[in-house]
């Protein structure tokens, strides 16, 4: 078997799943670890994802991983003890052994969805997470590491996952959003394929539409 351009990890959620259409658009050959097969995907193009597995990954030169733990939105300011741990263990554990083995392997890119606002040491126990997955990621040397790092995203979802919090915060998002300008236009919500096109756009090293969207770091 020959390398992929992609190995994407969470091709069934928003992002992910957008990023998919734009691999799929350009022709690019990929690979996809799944919880559950996706129906209209070939079957030989697609992982049921396991801890084990984790062990077979498949010569790729670019790694995408979308993946998160399922928050409602007040658990983006507040989370009880049992939260931060489910919460930790994929945005942080399991991101971080996923790309150790990917880079075992010689994976050359990594890009990763994390979120804006995301700082070390921040009260906020969401972006302290986010800013340590993507320290981690760093000082694991890739040959380039992209973190794209959106607002609010927007997008098709599962009408069972949306809580009315969300529905609010995308209803306020159109009203304030006229006003977030200049340093403050990372904090608008935004379109899931946007960022799906823009990490592409970065990693094929093609023009950046808003170039505050995706973090590029070369070694």
Same mark, same amino acid.
């Given at each position: 078997m020959g390398m992929n351009d992609y190995l994407i990890f969470g091709a069934s959620g928003l992002?992910?799943?957008?990023f998919l259409k734009e691999v799929k658009d350009k022709s690019g050959s990929y690979h996809l670890f799944v919880r559950s097969l996706i129906e209209d995907e070939e079957a030989d193009k697609q992982t049921i994802f396991c801890q084990e597995n984790i062990e077979e990954l498949p010569l790729s030169k670019n790694l995408i991983i979308c993946l998160g733990y399922p928050l409602v939105f007040q658990e983006l300011i507040w989370m009880n003890e049992e939260t931060k741990r489910a919460f930790k263990e994929v945005d942080l554990e399991l991101v971080l052994e996923i790309a150790r083995k990917a880079k075992d392997i010689g994976v050359q890119n990594i890009a990763v969805i994390s979120a804006v606002g995301s700082r070390l040491n921040s009260l906020n126990y969401y972006l302290n997470i986010k800013a340590e997955m993507e320290q981690k990621i760093l000082d694991l040397k890739f040959e380039r590491t992209f973190f794209a790092k959106p607002g609010? +995203?927007?997008?098709?979802?599962?009408?069972?996952?949306?809580?009315?919090?969300?529905?609010?915060?995308?209803?306020?998002?159109?009203?304030?959003g006229y006003f977030l300008v200049g340093p403050l236009k990372k904090y608008r919500n935004i379109e899931a394929r946007e960022v799906?096109?823009? +990490?592409?756009?970065?990693i094929n090293d093609n023009e950046i539409a808003s170039n505050y969207l995706v973090e590029v770091n070369e070694r």
């Open positions: 992002t992910g799943n957008n609010h +995203l927007l997008g098709s979802r599962d009408d069972s996952r949306i809580d009315n919090w969300v529905r609010f915060i995308e209803f306020l998002g159109m009203i304030y799906a096109k823009e +990490l592409f756009n970065a």
